[in-house]
C-alpha cells in the first residue's frame, strides 16, 4: 500500500485526515497479525507448552515471598518455643522454588529459542520465495537494497522479539498479574495503594504503545535507506571510482544516517520516559507502603512478616514493567518490521501464473510466434510504449528487431518472454495465449539471452548447466565448443570447474556472453530471444559467434535485438521499429534494396569498416 503523497490531502480537513490514517494503520496491524499467526499456527503445541513453563516458573518464584513471612511470623517463634520444624520446612520450600523457577526457566528458554529460529527460518524462507517469483516490473521499482532490509535488519527485530521480548512479556504478565491478587489476599487496605499507583503507569503505557510504535516505524525506513545506499554504492562501485563520485555518495549517506541515528534517538526518549515514570511511581508507591505499613506494624493490626511479604512482593511488582517496557519497544521494531515484510508479501505477481495453464504442443509446430491486435504501456498511467500492432513469426524464421534507442525492441522481446504482459490484444506461442502457458513450461520453450549476461559464483560448468540441470559434462563441453567457448573455459586454471567469483567477474565481459549463450544452447528453447547479446564481443569473438549462431538457430525461432549488423545480417527476417511501430518489414537484401531506413543504416555500417 504506497503512502499517500501531500497533494492527495489538499482540501481534506485535519480530522479526515486522522481517520484515514487511523484506517491505514488498522489494516497495516491487521496484515502483520495474520502473518504472525500464519508463522505460530504450525508451532501451537510447543506454544502452549511454553506458556506451562512460564506459569511453572512464576507460580515457583510467588511462593517464595509467602514462605519468607512464614518464616518470620511462625518460623523464629517456633525455633524460639523449640519446634524448629516450621523454619526448616520454609527454609527447604524456598530452596525447592529457587530450584524449580530455574528448571522452568531453563526449559523455557530452550523451548522459544527453537521456535523463534524455525520461524525466522520459516520467514525468511517466505520471503526469498515469493520475491524471486515476483514480475520484474516489481524488481525494476522495489530496489535489492530494501529487499535486503526485509531480510536483515527487519528480521533482526523480530528475532530481538523472540529471543528476549517473549520472554519478558509472559514472565511479567503472569507475574504482574500474580503479585496483584496475592497483594490483595495478603492486606486489602495495603493492596488499594498499590492499585491506585498504578493507574499513572497505565495511562504513561497507552501513550507509550502508541509513540513507540511510530518512532520504530521511522526507524525501518531510515534503516532500509542506509541498507539501499551502501547496496547501491557497491554495486556501482566501479562507476563511483571511475568518476570519483566517492563524496558525494558519502553525502548521501551520511544524510540517511544522520536520520536513522536521529529516529533511534527519538525511540530511545520515548523509552526513558517511560521507564523514569514506572521508577518514579514504584519508588513513591514503596514509601507509602513502608510509612504505613509501620505505623500499622506498630499498633499491632499488621504482622511484621506480611509487611517484608509485601515489600518484597512490591519490589517483583514494579521490576517487570521495565521488562514490559522492553517488550513494548522490541514489539513496536518488530510490528515496524512485520508491516513491511507482510506488504512484500502480500505483493502479487503482475504476470500471473495461470490457474487452469494449459500445455504447449509437442508435436508440429514449434516456435510459432504471434502477436495480435498488441498494445503496451508500462503501467496505466504512463505512456504507450507499443501502439496496437499485429506480427507473425513462423517457426523457425529468425527475425532481427532494429531502430533507434527506445523505439520499443527490448519491450516487445521482454513480451515474447512474458516478462511483461501486453495492455491489451494476445502474444501466442504455437497457438497458445502466453497467459495461459505454465511459467515452468514458458521458460523452457522461451530463453533470453541479454546485454547483461549475470553469472552466479560458482563454476563455469555450473553456470552452463543452468539451462538445463540435468546435463552431463559432455553436454556441457559441446554448447560450450558450438559458440566457440570452449578453448578459453580449457585454458582457465581449473577448466570447466574454475570459480567465476561473484557476478562472474574473473571472465571478461565477451566470455560471460559465450558463457551465456552456451547457457541458453543447452536449454535447447523453441524461440531464443538475443537481447543486444552479442554487444561485448571483440571482433575475433564476434565471428566466432556468428559462425555457431548460424548453425545453432537453424530450425529454431528467434528474435534478435541488435546495433551491430553483422548480427542483423544472420537473419531470415528484418524489422525496424519507430515509436513502437513497425515500418520496414523485409528479408536483409530486400530491405537494403528499397534504400529506406535499414539501408542506411547498412550504409552507415558499411561506411564505419572502411
Not at 30 to 53: D, E, M, N, Q
Not at 123 to 152: A, N, P
Not at 508 to 536: I, K, W, Y
Request: aromatic content about 6%; some cysteine.
Amino acid at each position: 500500500m504506497s503512502a499517500p503523497t501531500a497533494t492527495d490531502w489538499r482540501g481534506v480537513a485535519a480530522e479526515d485526515i486522522e481517520d484515514v490514517d487511523k484506517v491505514v494503520t488498522a489494516r497495516l496491524q491487521a496484515r502483520s497479525r495474520r502473518l504472525l499467526g500464519s508463522l505460530l499456527r504450525p508451532h501451537k503445541w510447543s506454544v502452549a507448552l511454553a506458556l506451562v513453563y512460564v506459569l511453572l516458573e512464576n507460580g515457583a518464584q510467588l511462593a517464595g515471598p509467602l514462605l519468607v513471612a512464614a518464616a518470620i511470623d511462625r518460623g523464629v517463634a517456633g525455633v524460639v518455643s523449640g519446634q524448629p520444624a516450621t523454619l526448616v520446612w520454609c527454609v527447604l520450600g524456598y530452596a525447592v522454588c529457587g530450584l524449580a523457577s530455574a528448571a522452568a526457566k531453563c526449559g523455557f528458554v530452550r523451548l522459544s529459542g527453537r521456535i523463534g529460529q524455525d520461524l525466522l527460518l520459516d520467514l525468511r524462507h517466505r520471503v526469498f520465495r515469493h520475491v524471486q517469483r515476483l514480475s520484474i516490473s516489481f524488481h525494476e521499482t522495489y530496489t535489492s537494497g530494501k529487499i535486503i532490509s526485509r531480510l536483515s535488519s527487519d528480521v533482526e527485530s523480530i528475532d530481538d522479539l523472540l529471543d528476549m521480548g517473549l520472554d519478558g512479556l509472559l514472565s511479567s504478565l503472569f507475574t504482574v498479574l500474580g503479585i496483584a491478587i496475592t497483594l490483595l489476599v495478603l492486606d486489602l487496605r495495603l493492596a488499594l495503594v498499590v492499585l491506585f499507583g498504578f493507574v499513572p503507569v497505565i495511562i504513561v503505557a497507552r501513550w507509550f504503545r502508541r509513540a513507540s510504535h511510530k518512532a520504530y516505524r521511522a526507524t525501518t525506513t531510515a534503516v532500509a535507506k542506509v541498507i539501499v545506499q551502501f547496496v547501491e554504492t557497491m554495486n556501482g562501485i566501479r562507476a563511483v571510482q571511475a568518476y570519483r563520485r566517492h563524496g558525494r555518495n558519502e553525502e548521501i549517506l551520511h544524510e540517511v544516517n544522520v536520520e536513522y541515528r536521529d529516529a533511534n534517538n527519538q525511540a530511545m526518549k520515548v523509552m526513558a520516559r517511560f521507564t523514569s515514570t514506572v521508577r518514579l511511581v514504584g519508588n513513591v508507591t514503596m514509601a507509602v507502603v513502608l510509612a504505613w505499613g509501620a505505623l500499622r506494624v506498630v499498633d499491632g493490626s499488621l504482622q511484621l512478616g506480611v509487611l517484608a511479604a509485601f515489600a518484597l512482593y512490591l519490589r517483583r511488582f514494579y521490576d517487570p514493567l521495565d521488562d514490559l517496557a522492553m517488550f513494548a519497544n522490541s514489539y513496536s521494531a518488530a510490528v515496524a518490521a512485520l508491516e513491511k515484510i507482510s506488504g512484500v508479501l502480500e505483493e502479487e505477481p503482475a504476470v500471473a501464473e495461470p490457474a487452469e495453464p494449459k500445455p504447449l504442443p509437442h508435436r508440429g509446430r514449434r516456435g510459432d510466434l504471434r502477436f495480435e491486435r498488441v498494445e503496451f504501456r508500462y503501467a496505466a498511467d504512463s505512456p504507450i510504449v507499443l501502439p496496437e500492432f499485429d506480427l507473425h513469426v513462423p517457426a523457425g524464421q529468425t527475425i532481427a528487431v532494429v531502430g533507434a534507442t527506445g523505439a520499443g525492441k527490448t519491450t516487445l522481446a521482454k513480451l515474447v518472454a512474458r516478462f511483461y504482459d501486453p495492455s491489451t490484444g494476445t502474444v501466442s506461442l504455437d497457438g497458445v495465449n502466453l497467459r495461459d502457458v505454465a511459467d515452468a513450461d514458458l521458460r523452457s520453450a522461451v530463453t533470453m539471452v541479454t546485454q547483461e549476461n549475470f553469472l552466479f559464483a560458482g563454476s563455469v560448468a555450473d553456470n552452463i548447466a543452468m539451462g538445463r540441470p540435468d546435463a552431463t559434462r559432455e553436454d556441457v563441453q559441446r554448447v560450450a565448443a558450438a559458440v566457440g567457448a570452449h578453448e578459453f573455459i580449457a585454458a582457465l586454471p581449473e577448466g570447466y570447474d574454475t570459480d567465476v567469483r561473484k557476478r562472474g567477474g574473473r571472465l571478461s565481459a565477451g566470455q560471460r556472453q559465450l558463457v551465456a549463450f552456451a547457457r541458453a544452447l543447452l536449454a535447447d528453447p523453441s524461440v531464443l530471444v538475443l537481447d543486444e547479446a552479442t554487444s561485448s564481443l571483440d571482433v575475433p569473438t564476434e565471428r566466432a559467434v556468428q559462425a555457431a549462431l548460424e548453425t545453432v538457430l537453424s530450425d529454431r525461432t528467434a528474435v534478435i535485438i541488435a546495433h551491430r549488423l553483422s548480427t542483423v545480417l544472420i537473419a531470415d527476417r528484418v524489422l525496424v521499429v519507430d515509436g513502437g511501430r513497425i515500418v520496414e518489414d523485409g528479408s536483409p537484401a530486400d530491405l537494403i534494396g528499397q534504400h529506406g531506413r535499414f539501408a542506411r543504416l547498412h550504409q552507415a555500417w558499411l561506411d564505419s569498416l572502411a
